[in-house]
């Protein structure tokens, strides 16, 4: 149980194009979605959380505009990287939380490579 | 005081022998304290986790003990194997609002044969 999938896991683009991230809960629902991002031998950064049915609330530094997020079901949320910039390239990794629990299921983490 | 720190950065066992990762936290609001265990291009995925009122919780070879007068937190790794070579972040969240979770710097763990 607790299985969270990313789709796609592997993305490369052009500078200037958006791409799209799913991120779906398998077996269970989930109010809560988080997505991070990850630098290589870092730590996760969490970028941004998200609510069914609300806004987004993305943390300190972490463009809005640049990172849209839509969590339109209580399985499914989605992160839209718009015009994409070589500095975007990186490891995006989403994480969902059951229904009352506290513990967070990540995904298989998505790599975004911008040329 | 939302840190979490972790050592060491990187730690390397003989086959067998026990890994133990460490942690400090400030906020003392944090009641809820995962270990995830990540390979490199995956995912994390969570190993053990503990709750302040607990001193030590055990899951096979995997042992959280927990210091709440000091704040500190540890993982054990017992009989450690090549296969627990991994990333291991270990990661503390609040109660209320979304639960955000607070992760450590990581450690990288080789065990060696």
């Known amino acids: 149980g607790a299985v969270v999938s990313q789709h796609p896991s592997w993305v490369i683009c052009k500078s200037g194009t958006s791409v799209k991230i799913e991120c779906r809960s398998l077996?269970?629902?989930?109010?809560?979605m988080f997505w991070y991002r990850q630098f290589p031998k870092q730590s996760l950064m969490l970028m941004a959380t998200?609510?069914?049915?609300?806004?987004?609330?993305?943390e300190q530094g972490v463009e809005k505009d640049k990172f849209l997020i839509n969590h339109a079901s209580l399985t499914l949320s989605t992160l839209t990287v718009t015009s994409a910039h070589p500095e975007d390239s990186s490891f995006y990794i989403c994480?969902?939380?059951?229904?009352?629990?506290?513990?967070?299921?990540f995904g298989p983490g998505t790599r975004l490579l911008v040329l | 005081q939302q840190q979490v720190k972790q050592s060491p950065q990187s730690l390397i066992v003989q086959k067998g022998g026990i890994s133990i990762i460490n942690c400090a936290y400030e906020n003392t609001a944090f009641d809820y304290f995962p270990w995830y265990q990540q390979f490199p291009g995956k995912g994390p995925a969570l190993l053990i986790a503990i709750r302040p009122d607990v001193s030590e919780k055990k899951e096979g070879r995997f042992t959280i003990s927990f210091n709440k007068s000091a704040k500190q937190f540890s993982l054990h790794i017992m009989d450690s194997q090549p296969g627990d070579s991994a990333t291991y972040f270990c990661?503390?969240?609040?109660?209320?609002?979304?639960?955000?979770?607070?992760f450590g710097t990581g450690t990288k763990l080789q065990v060696i044969p």
């Open positions: 077996d269970f629902q989930a109010t809560t």
């Open positions: 990661a503390a969240s609040a109660p209320g609002g979304y639960q955000k979770v607070t």
């Open positions: 998200s609510n069914e049915g609300s806004k987004a609330t993305y």
């Open positions: 994480s969902a939380r059951p229904l009352g629990l506290e513990t967070q299921y």
